[in-house]
């Protein structure tokens, strides 16, 4: 395998649970039948992105409903399949998670967003994930053939020392399934992209709901997927759209070779460390 077709589905909010789920697996068939190997659906796709609903979307994963659903899609279309995220219920804590189903429909691993997303931007955004989400604190991988993938939330992407820890297990890719609103996403969405990409010499995907400007959380859009050169290989625009890329897996190790900033660092005078 030297590329991988890679589908970016940014789907729009629905009225309910059961309805997000089956918009979903309608797009998950229709990106295989154009290729698709790797799908990847937005953060908080089967639930409205607000503090106040997350626990009446809840469920077990890999048990509740919408697992169960994506783990079938994934089966019956033979694809890796990051699920996005929604929020999981373990005992009395809700979670922002990320499952990934395997071709087979078994679960490969699933991330719990590790940074909340506590923002005070006064008149223009505010929001208090920590009043109803407990933050992970796993790093969670997954392997396509040769090429090692590490999960990220959303938030997580402004914490550059998480993704340089993937990069130090080895990942050459970085799903985000994301959500960045209308005022940070214009500033920050491309940029925090790209530099992850380009700092890490990596592939860098970031999935968003599609813009609904009636919703309470209003979604930035603008899926988009750039490679280790901080080039944009695919992007969305504002509406449920999926745009696909086909990426080229010799290119890691040829930029780390034209550009050995990774074999440079040093780590006799500075070190990053996981504690894990
Ligand atoms: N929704 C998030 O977790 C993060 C976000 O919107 C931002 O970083 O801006």
């Known amino acids: 395998m030297s590329t991988l ?29 154009r290729g698709a190997r790797l799908i990847i659906l937005p953060e908080c796709f089967n639930s409205p992105y607000s503090t106040a609903e997350f626990a009446r979307n809840a469920e077990e994963i890999p048990r509740g409903e919408t697992s169960v659903a994506l783990a079938r899609v994934a089966a019956e279309t033979g694809v890796y399949l990051v699920g996005g995220t929604y929020p999981e219920r373990e005992g009395t804590k809700l979670y922002n998670t990320c499952p990934v189903f395997g071709p087979k429909g078994e679960l490969l691993c699933k991330y719990r967003k590790m940074h909340l997303f506590d923002i005070d931007i006064p008149g223009r955004c505010t929001f208090r994930e920590s009043a109803a989400l407990t933050a992970g604190d796993q790093l969670a991988t997954f392997t396509i053939g040769s090429l090692k993938i590490g999960l990220g939330i959303c938030w997580d992407k402004r914490f550059a020392e998480l993704t340089a820890c993937y990069r130090q297990l080895g990942c050459d890719m970085m799903i985000f399934p994301s959500a960045f609103d209308t005022y940070t996403g214009p500033l920050h969405w491309d940029l925090l992209g790209r530099a992850r990409a380009l700092d890490n010499q990596m592939f860098v995907a970031l999935v968003s709901p599609a813009r609904d400007e009636t919703a309470g959380y209003v979604a930035y859009g603008y899926s988009l997927l750039s490679d280790p050169w901080g080039r944009v290989l695919c992007r969305a625009k504002e509406v449920q759209e999926t745009v696909f890329a086909d990426i080229d897996l010799k290119m890691c190790e040829e930029i780390k070779q034209q550009i050995p900033v990774l074999r440079q660092k040093r780590t006799d005078l500075y070190e990053l460390k996981a504690k894990q």
């Open 5 to 33: 077709r890679v589908a970016l589905v940014q789907l729009h909010g629905c009225p309910t649970k059961k309805e997000n789920i089956t918009n979903a697996i309608t797009q998950i068939r229709l990106a295989k039948e």
